[in-house]
């Protein structure tokens, strides 16, 4: 395997430069922005480029030059919303309908050759400017495919304090709002740094942020450049890019990496199994709850619907559960999909599907569940079929019938599942599950894989998914053990017994002692004066650690259990904190159907179905309810990332443990840092057993003792004390110690921003009570330091209206920092001149070291941020960033960095007052710009100044030089042959005239 190493970067213009070359390095063309030959910087798309691509994509379509015209005018005329791009990624998959001129004829003209990307123009931009009547931008890289820009790339510089990808990503953000022309065309964008995640552009909308992994390359730089890659950016474009809109709310669906992996697999086992090349026709793919697997089907079932070879195939979703199909339906509905499931309703319509075209079947995609394979299907269909030639096409034994099972870890051993794989003897079977079982009669592996040379397909699990982030750790504790916990024998009881739970039914399932010792487990938890004293408990503890930030859920014994749980919860917090989603039926015991009839009341005009849509609608999307009571419902498919914690009041074992308890582990923001499960029954400490289907090694990170993550916190927060030194009173002196500190050191910088970040979510998560006041107090501290350096160096946080995002997600931080910082946090900075004599002066009142950090940290939050983007100061800003990065990085000795602090400090006076004295002479910055640039390579002369003075009033009288100007390329272009015309007179060589006029079109553009 050939590892790529991770590239070092100090500069953002490195970062650029390294993809820039990677890119070509994967057969990218590189054309610089100044080079396009763009008329309009409104015009977002390459028109030349764009028309070459149509006539070579459509060999076969007479189009006429009024057709080419009609395609971009087609293309012109979308609208820059939501709408838009969704229609412009149609066009790019399915083709753009235009009625030809010459035949009058509808037919489709392609813009993206999917069958051979390599027949398509990949072209790589860098600095290209757009604007719009809100301003202009100009993104680091554009990536054009056939002149059309699909991807953006934004670099950062990683050694800057406080700048991340996250930076990038609010800069493209802010470029979405800017120019939205552009962003009905552009897919996705990646923000770069030393990391790199992509994610969709959206207009009115948002959507998550990836890292891209590929096996055998560890740093995200590279393995991004191979998402870019020809072959493997087309696929993800045309097969899994889809908009997406739920309820108002609009974004886009790009795949992560997993999912990319896992339905190309699927593919790839379909394509060379019809092929002849491979004999396997299953396979499992094990992917941890949250990871998305319902998207990867429907990613595997897009591209294999979709493919010429399957001739329009059967693709059928198989789920277990009427919430699944409910769940899988809505998706599908949710995605700009082109295609439309039908969800078989009854058994008489499979039947009607199945024998459909005398039994060859009915084409499409199917959701249906897995209890409509009754042995009565089986029968009307062989007795079908039997009518027919033996050597005739049927549902039987066609070969482009797919399978997909969700949860097929549940349903598909017994009788049911034999009928369904008899009837589709011929299909191919991939079963999707996140808790593989391997028991007599009950084996996932040996269903749907080829042990012990495969036992999967395509794995991810635990330990992958954390350390992607793409779930988080679940944390348990043991709540009330002595005083509610199920006593030894009992529990026992239920780990040895086969039942996974304890269901409603348990007497018609089990008979005997196993019976009687259930029974007794059930009143044992049902217990109304036990549920009292757990509600009281469960009431605490959402309110001192949980409302305001997060959701929970109550798991009850049963139906029952729920009911006395909402009773005694609604005396200790706001009855529309919480809800119970379960069934209700006939028969059912007290005090069920008075609650029932009080819910009526409350829902009148809607029946129960409907209740529990909106209620778990409202508990995902609205401020209340906060707290769902449950049994049965919700415990496997349910994702809600405001869930954080489960109040776990009934027994589970094994994968329904495992599904139940991942109801907690989605991501939600900086501030969710873990699932959170307080066991009041205990069955968490008998983990090995409750685990016992699984190997060590899957399922180590699944679980953590909430004593593990006090220990965490402790660990760091010495070894953050340790990197400071130690701690310290809370006033300016030593505060102002411990920035000098961080901002001399990078590493020391990084290691202390990244941990202390760690360090706060523990401490949102535990709370003080679990720390002596020494630790409370040393927290404090590092907290102070880390707001304190964040304001005085101009680190900038990512997130938006920082106050009110930390008085959510961390208010005791926050709370923390405000008691400790109620005089310090004044936005006092030391006095700045850039003058060379006052430095000088500092430095013998001071001593170099000091005066080097009072004039250095202010410099790089005044002078370097407000003026980066500025071309006449650019240079010198280079030179800056430079000395400062190599200061901080101990390159260079602190006498030689405040000699070249002065150097630089005296240039920057210079340009200060020539730019004064220019303005004082009624020339403009543009006109100054263009002076400096020649002073700098020239030299400074009287003589030189006149004749930019001559220039300049000689194109005002052709009245070239009016508001916005140098935003109009034709003028641009005239203001630039006057200055080559000047530049010749002077006799430079050529080479360095085309140098000098580079510099200066690119910095007229950006003034």
Known sequence: MVVIVSPI????????????????????????????????????????????????????????????????????????????????????????????????????????????????????????????????????????????????????????PGVSWKTAYQQVKRYEETVPELFKYVQFSIAAEAQAVYFPNVLGGGGPCYVWKVEGIEDPLNAVVEMLSKPVLTDILVNFTFPREEHGRQTKVLPRYIQYEAANRIFRRVMENLEGREKKDSGLIWHWQGSGKTLTMIFAAYKLYRHPRLANPTIFFVVDREELEEQLRNEFSYLDLGIKPEVISSVRRLKEILTHDEGRGQRGIFIVLIHKFREEVGDELEASLALTRAERETISNRRNVVVLIDEGHRTQYGKLAGEMRKILRKAFFFAFTGTPISKTGRDTYLTFSYPPEELYLHKYFIADSIEDRSTLPIVIQTRMEKEVGLKRDLLQSFLDQELEEIPEDFRERVKGKISTKLDEIVVFLTNPVRIEKIARDIAEHFKQGVDGRFKAMVVAANRRACVLYKRELDKHLPPEYSEVVMTFGMGDPDPIPAYHRELRE???????????????????????????????????????????????????????????????????????????????????????????????????????????????????????????????????????????????????????????????????????????????????????????????????????????????????????????????????????????????????????????????????????????????????????????????????????????????????????????????????????????VLERRLGRSEELLQEIKDLWSGLAQTGKLFEGWNRKPSVLREVMREVRRYLRKKGLPMEEREEICDEISKGLKGL
């Not at 409907?610 to 919700?634: A, G, Y």
């Open 9 to 160: 970067f100090a500069e953002k213009s490195a970062v650029e430069t390294y993809l820039l070359q990677r890119l070509e390095g994967k057969g990218w063309q590189h054309s610089p922005g100044g080079e396009l030959g763009r008329e309009d910087y409104s015009e977002p798309l390459l028109l030349r480029q764009l028309v070459q691509a149509v006539r070579r994509l459509n060999p076969t379509l007479e189009l006429s030059e009024e057709d080419l015209n009609r395609v971009i005018s087609e293309l012109h005329a979308l609208p820059a919303s939501f709408e838009g791009s969704k229609l412009f990624l149609r066009y790019l998959k399915d083709g753009l309908p235009l009625k030809l001129e010459k035949t009058k004829e509808l037919r489709y003209v392609k813009i993206l050759d999917q069958e051979n990307p390599e027949n398509n123009e990949f072209l790589i931009s860098d600095q290209v400017w757009f604007e719009s009547s809100r301003g202009r931008i100009r993104p680091d890289l554009v990536l054009y495919v056939n002149g059309i820009p699909l991807v953006l790339i934004e670099c950062k510089n990683p050694a800057e």
């Open 602 to 932: 409350r829902f009148a005009g809607k029946d129960d179905d409907e209740i529990r849509k909106e209620v778990i609608q409202r508990f995902k999307e609205e401020e209340l309810p906060k707290i769902l009571i449950v049994t049965d419902m919700l415990l496997t498919g349910f994702d809600a990332p405001i869930l954080q914690v489960m109040y776990l009041d009934k027994p589970l074992k094994e994968h329904r443990l495992l599904q139940a308890i991942a109801r907690t582990n989605r991501p939600c923001g900086e501030g969710k840092t873990c699932g959170l499960i307080l066991d009041y029954v205990g069955i968490m400490k008998e983990l090995e057993k409750a685990f016992s289907l699984y190997a060590k090694q899957d399922i180590k990170y699944a679980v953590i003792d909430l004593e593990e993550k006090v220990r965490e916190f402790r660990n760091l927060l010495r070894s953050l004390v340790g990197l400071l030194g130690g701690t310290g009173k809370v006033d300016r002196p030593s505060l102002m110690s411990k920035v000098r500190l961080l901002f001399h050191d990078l590493d020391l910088e990084n290691t202390f921003l990244t941990n202390f970040k760690r360090l706060r979510g523990l401490y949102e998560f535990l709370g003080p009570r679990y720390f002596e006041k020494e630790e409370t107090e040393a927290y404090e501290f590092l907290a102070a330091v880390y707001e304190f350096y964040r304001r005085y160096t101009g680190v900038r946080e990512e997130e938006p209206e920082l106050e009110s995002y930390m008085a959510r997600y961390f208010p005791r931080t926050l709370q923390a920092i405000q008691k400790t910082l109620k005089v310090e946090m004044k936005e006092e900075f030391p006095e700045l001149r850039l003058e060379v004599e006052y430095l000088r002066k500092l430095a013998e009142k001071k001593g170099v070291s000091e005066a080097l950090y009072d004039a250095v940290i202010p410099l790089h939050r005044f002078v370097l941020v407000p003026r980066a983007k500025d071309p006449i100061y650019e240079p010198l800003i280079k030179k800056i960033e430079r000395l400062v990065s190599e200061w901080r990085s101990r390159k260079i000795e602190e006498k030689e960095a405040y000699q070249r602090l002065l150097e630089l400090v005296g240039e920057a006076s210079e340009l200060e007052k020539r730019e004064r004295e220019v303005e004082g002479l009624g020339l403009g910055r543009e006109a100054f710009f263009i002076l400096s």
